[in-house]
């Protein structure tokens, strides 16, 4: 057989096997991976004004890798990435991405979490498209109230309606079911997701008042999933002095340990603290706080993490 007709036979070979394969409902599946993007607070880190040691000793690689709470969720061969929250360091971020995203989920309306779409719009990336997926009260103010409104009118952005309890899949394999949470709530509602893929489930609670205030019961949810990245606002009350905490109320890290204290060791090691203050001491891997929150069978979250689901 010549060389010409056994390329000609290897790729009818590979045609039909495609075929059948497609014909039996199979399909080819991507690897899906979980990115961290960021782990700090709306107001980033170093912070604006902050004259504290936490902020003005920063080294300039530490500068470099504090970005605001942000998770990437690609799948590798597919080209295909989605972005949880548009930050204000989604220009940065965007590059430590996969890919571009193809869709964009908010958990709410504070500036951390969605006032990086201003850079989809007309005077930077002018997106094409891009698909943003809100809760009903997001949803009406971004379509309601500019400029956010201009980046839906030029069609930067296509809102996508999401509601509680209810999945969407936009991945292949992979689910994302919004879930209410307590918090406040001035212009819209907040949710966090629970992410659901092939091998692994995700929650994602970057957010949240008190656990006591939710509806839901944290520990029967750890129970359901893998690996849970939970609102650290603030390591405990005494970071807290230049305002009164209960105008910013958030589980404590302190409280959080003490709530799952005689959970098992399996149910604490699935938690990776995020969405860290800048006066936040697990911003730092080397402090003791850091040290003693690991030492009790809980993780801390780390920009460029990846987790397979």
């Known amino acids: 057989m010549t060389l010409k007709k056994n390329i000609y036979y290897f790729l009818k070979v590979s045609i039909a096997f ?18 961290v993007l960021g782990t700090v607070q709306d107001g980033g880190s170093p912070h604006i004004g ?4 936490c902020c003005i000793d920063l080294s300039s690689q530490e500068k470099k890798e504090r970005k605001v709470t942000s998770l990437e969720l690609y799948q590798n061969g597919s080209n295909k990435s989605l972005l949880f929250e548009a930050t204000p360091d989604i220009i940065s971020q965007w590059d430590l991405m996969n890919n571009p995203p193809s869709g964009i989920f908010l958990t709410h309306a504070h500036m951390g979490h969605y006032s990086g779409l201003l ?4 005077e930077a990336l002018a997106s094409k498209c891009i698909s943003v997926y809100v809760m009903p009260r997001m949803y009406n103010f971004l379509k309601n109230n500019g400029p956010w409104s201009q980046l839906i009118d030029q069609k930067n952005i296509v809102l996508k309606k999401l509601y509680k309890g209810k999945y969407v899949q936009v991945l292949n394999k992979v689910k994302i079911i919004p879930i209410l949470v307590p918090h406040r709530d001035e212009f819209s509602e907040t949710v966090g997701y629970k992410i659901i893929g092939p091998k692994k489930k995700v929650l994602f609670i970057p957010d949240i008042d008190k656990w006591s205030l939710w509806s839901k019961n944290l520990i029967s949810i750890l129970k359901e999933i893998d690996i849970a990245f939970l609102d650290a606002t603030f390591f405990s009350a005494e970071e807290v002095d230049y305002r009164p905490i209960a105008e910013i109320p958030h589980p404590l890290v302190h409280e959080t340990m003490k709530y799952l204290e005689n959970e098992t060791k399996v149910i604490k090691n699935k938690i990776y603290f995020i969405h860290m203050n800048h006066t936040n001491p697990l911003l730092d891997p080397n402090s003791d706080s850091t040290k003693w929150v690991i030492k009790q069978g809980f993780n801390i979250a780390r920009i460029g993490q990846q987790f397979e689901l």
């Open 50 to 53: 902050c004259q504290k040691s």
């Open 119 to 122: 850079h989809l719009g007309k």
């Open 18 to 35: 495609l075929f059948i394969a497609s014909s039996n409902g199979q399909k080819f599946s991507y690897k899906t991976y979980l990115k």
